[in-house]
C-alpha cells in the first residue's frame, strides 16, 4: 500500500512541475510579444517623426 502511495505522490508531483513549467512558458511568450509589439510600434512613430517634419507657421493667412 505504502508504495502505491509514494507512486501517485511522485506522479502528482510530476504533473504540478509540468504544470508550473508550461505557466511560466507562456507568460514569457506573452511578455516577449507585448515587447515587440511595443518597439514595432515606437520605431513607427519615431520613424514618423524624422520623416515627416512639421512645416513652419509662417505666412499663413490667419497670422498677423
Keep these: 500500500m505504502f508504495t502505491n502511495q509514494?507512486?501517485?505522490a511522485s506522479r502528482i508531483d510530476e504533473l504540478h512541475a509540468t504544470a508550473a513549467n508550461e505557466r511560466l512558458a507562456r507568460t514569457a511568450r506573452r511578455a516577449s510579444k507585448r515587447t515587440s509589439a511595443l518597439a514595432g510600434i515606437w520605431s513607427l512613430l519615431a520613424g514618423a517623426e524624422k520623416s515627416q517634419p512639421l512645416p513652419k507657421l509662417t505666412d499663413?493667412?490667419?497670422r498677423s
Aim: without cysteine; proline residues 17%; glycine residues 0%.
Design 6 to 8: 509514494m507512486i501517485v
Design 60 to 62: 499663413y493667412p490667419f
